[in-house]
């Protein structure tokens, strides 16, 4: 009874302050429910605000909320783990070794493609495009950045890699992108990088004999290729494997090292965390601190998209409409079965990880319904550098993705993990303002954000 009357008495205060605002002219009568919540959400810790005015009333925020804003900064990113399946990954031979090879179009049977073909620099490592395109074809998806995604467990929209030295290597074998063959790959490169590629990973094997070594053999759907593939002993099939297990290992090494930079958020943050408020509104406008307060409060955006990458790494179904003509993308139902029948993976004998240190690959999940057009939740670092969004290319810019969760229709097949926001237009654009604060360049070697001095 006693709570009752202190939360009565607590009202009846709210009410009575508001109703002073209205008499003393400084909020309207239209305004007593703003009024209200204000003083309401002051007195419950909500902003922490209370009555401020001026420039830093719109940066007031509780306790509770400054330390969800600090657990999205930069600040609270971890040093970058060794990845076990990849004992190369931090040696600079490695690394120096992968800058050349990701600028490398030999790395192609006509010498025009390349990894950063579609992951340019320029471009926050996308492309600006909505699908992947390589000889004026499309390839089913969209560019992901690979800005951070050193910090991933899986690869891919679907997840089907579980590193990224594996996630290097399937392009170059497909027939939409690079095109070529592992056998031809292992040549050229130990062709031209021999003495960088000993360096690093010791002798290489001697692949002149054209009978043992075709210069066109792989495990594709191309039966000329397959059959060369399939007519190699065991031993020789192994030997090429590992060659193009360490060409993928070389430019992860490189591409682990291309981190998000430090953002205008972040210096926000730092300041958030202090309640130096009036550092925070020389940083932001008070549109973009209520986009912050809209994505961390109402939009419940933190569910997935939370973290200094602003992602969890987990894979939704979000009710994506279907581009014209194309089909149903099954997402990680299918990248499940992919990622654990790979000869690359994690506890596949090219990893250089102990069963124990596969976790993830481990204990897969394999089957359920929230796996049907499922995907990865992408980070939002540097999010308006790479536009269209989404693993299929179908929004051409932020105000298309907010409309999308504005509306949240139902996913078919599969299920929705979405709840309309409803947001209002001015909502939405406080939304977007708040996300244009997470541009920055990449954290990397400057001489790593473009070709080799001998490529260029």
């Known amino acids: 009874m006693r709570g009752r009357l202190v939360a009565g008495a607590s009202l009846a205060l709210i009410v009575l302050a508001a109703t002073i605002l209205i008499l003393t002219g400084v909020v309207d009568a239209g305004n007593v429910g703003a009024a209200v919540r204000g003083v309401f959400s002051s007195s419950a810790g909500g902003r922490g605000g209370g009555l401020l005015s001026g420039p830093e009333a719109a940066h007031s925020w509780s306790e509770a909320e400054r330390g969800i804003i600090a657990s999205l900064s930069l600040d609270r990113l971890p040093p970058l783990p060794p990845d076990p399946s990849n004992a190369y990954g931090d040696s600079p031979d490695a690394a120096a070794l992968g800058h050349a090879l990701f600028f490398d179009s030999g790395l192609s049977p ?20 909505a699908l992947a395109n390589v000889r004026d074809s499309d390839t089913p998806r969209h560019t992901p950045t690979i800005v951070g995604i050193a910090y991933s467990d899986w690869f891919y929209w679907d997840g089907r890699k579980d590193s990224q030295w594996a996630q290097a290597l399937a392009p170059q074998e497909a027939a939409i992108e690079h095109g070529g063959t592992r056998t031809a790959h292992a040549r050229y490169v130990l062709e031209k990088f021999g003495s960088q590629y000993e360096a690093v990973f010791g002798p290489a094997p001697d692949l002149s004999d054209r009978s043992r070594f075709p210069p066109d053999a792989a495990p594709v759907e191309d039966e000329r290729r397959l059959a060369a593939w399939e007519g190699m ?11 193009f297990a360490n060409i993928g290992k ?21 300041a958030a965390l202090v309640n130096d408020r009036k550092r925070m509104a020389e940083l932001f406008s008070a549109e973009e601190a209520e986009g912050l307060r809209l994505f961390i409060g109402e939009g419940q955006c933190t569910d997935c998209h ?64 929230e796996l049907i057009g499922a995907f ?26 907010m409309r999308h969760y504005n509306h949240a229709p139902p996913a078919f097949p599969g299920h929705s993990d979405l709840v309309p926001l ?35």
């Open 233 to 243: 002993t065991e031993a020789d099939r192994g030997a090429i494997n590992r060659v």
């Open 250 to 270: 070389s430019i992860a090494a490189y591409s682990r090292r291309i981190l998000p930079g430090r953002s205008r958020f972040d210096d926000y943050a730092a």
């Open 376 to 401: 990865k939740v992408p980070g939002l670092r540097s999010v308006a550098e790479t536009a269209p969004y989404m693993h299929n290319g179908i929004f051409p810019d932020l105000e298309a993705v």
């Open 306 to 369: 939370n973290g200094p990458l602003f992602t969890n790494g987990t894979f939704h179904n979000i009710g994506l409409p279907l581009p014209e003509g194309s089909r149903f993308d099954q997402g990680r139902s299918l990248g499940t079965l992919q990622v654990v029948e790979d000869v690359f993976n994690c506890l596949g004998e090219f990893s250089d990880a102990g069963e124990e240190a596969c976790v993830e690959l481990r204990f897969i999940k394999l089957e359920g319904e």
């Open 110 to 129: 006509d010498g025009t493609v390349a990894c950063s073909t579609c992951h340019q620099p320029q471009s926050y490592f996308s492309d600006g495009k």
């Open 422 to 456: 409803a947001f209002t237009e001015g909502q939405s654009e406080a939304v977007i303002a708040f996300l244009l604060t997470l541009s920055a360049p990449p954290d990397a070697p400057a001489e790593f954000l473009r070709p080799p001095a001998n490529q260029e």
